[in-house]
């Protein structure tokens, strides 16, 4: 059961990869889009620390990158995506690899550096703003492999299937071909808050990702987007409820809901 379970993954896996074909206007739609929630589209956030958050964020994204010896229960996306650069052929610069750890310690000695504009914020800016297509380039290739991951998680065969559903649900026309809006509402929120995969991305063992999302979705709504949007908001409420007190997540809420909200297309 197990093989033939893994047969079907790795085949799905090829199918999908096979389907998101993006024209040049989608890629710039999809690369805007993000970027317009996770940075406002400005610049200066290219390259972001956030105040309550242990990590520095990076590109378009806002890809996660962790500084030496730390440690944190979110996945860490930055070297995934100079991964994926290296195999689309970027040569990296001398002083970036896969292994390198954000020269930061802390977010003093991060706004320090930002501030006097000194080399080594200013060469890590220029990487980061000379790249943004295959960033961009990134996202579309993790997304390939959301659906495949989600479902080697899962041991039901009917949830395997109904998450399945959803996901098609909302990434394709009923004619089955991609869906524009559909397409960025799955990869914003897998970039936003993962594929809800990770047994290290919950709070007393509940997640928030783009499974549990799917999972909660509103069968009886008449509408995919709304019912997305909603089920979104429903898990991350759960998530600040679940957070530790410390870190305060309920400051979030209110910039978290109104990216949920692009999801719907009468609040475009």
């Known amino acids: 059961m197990i093989r033939i379970v893994f047969i079907f993954v790795a085949f799905f896996s090829l199918l999908f990869a096979n389907e998101i074909t993006l024209t040049k206007a989608q890629e710039e739609y999809i690369a805007q889009k993000v970027w317009q929630n996770e940075g406002a589209g400005l610049d200066k956030y290219l390259i972001h620390w956030n105040d309550g958050e242990d990590f520095i964020s990076l590109g378009i994204g806002h890809f996660i990158w962790f500084s030496k010896d730390h440690t944190e229960r979110f996945r860490e996306v930055f070297p995934l995506v100079l991964e994926y650069m290296q195999k689309r052929g970027v040569v990296l610069p001398d002083w970036l690899n896969v292994q390198s750890d954000c020269p930061w310690s802390?977010?003093?000695?991060?706004?320090?550096?930002?501030?006097?504009?000194?080399?080594?914020?200013?060469?890590?800016?220029?990487?980061?703003?000379?790249?943004?297509?295959?960033?961009?380039?990134?996202?579309?290739?993790?997304?390939?492999?959301?659906?495949?991951?989600?479902?080697?998680?899962?041991?039901?065969?009917?949830?395997?299937?109904?998450?399945e559903e959803r996901f098609n649900a909302i990434?394709?026309?009923?004619?089955?071909?991609?869906?524009?809006?559909?397409?960025?509402?799955?990869?914003?929120?897998?970039?936003?808050?993962?594929?809800?995969?990770?047994?290290?991305?919950?709070?007393?063992?509940?997640?928030?990702?783009?499974?549990?999302?799917?999972?909660?979705?509103?069968?009886?709504?008449?509408d995919r987007f709304q019912a997305f949007s909603d089920s979104a908001k429903a898990m991350l409420e759960r998530r600040i409820k679940n957070s530790p007190q410390g870190r305060g997540e309920s400051r979030w809420r209110a910039g978290w809901f109104k990216r949920l909200d692009t999801y719907i297309l009468d609040k475009q």
Do not use: C
């Open 106 to 163: 802390d977010k003093a000695s991060f706004m320090r550096s930002k501030t006097t504009q000194d080399a080594t914020y200013n060469r890590l800016f220029d990487f980061i703003d000379s790249t943004r297509a295959y960033q961009a380039g990134y996202m579309v290739h993790r997304l390939q492999r959301a659906l495949p991951a989600m479902l080697e998680t899962i041991d039901d065969m009917d949830k395997r299937t109904l998450i």
């Open 171 to 222: 990434l394709l026309n009923s004619d089955g071909n991609i869906n524009e809006h559909g397409l960025y509402i799955l990869l914003d929120y897998v970039n936003f808050k993962g594929e809800g995969t990770l047994e290290s991305e919950r709070y007393n063992g509940e997640g928030w990702g783009l499974l549990q999302v799917l999972e909660h979705m509103d069968a009886n709504s008449s």
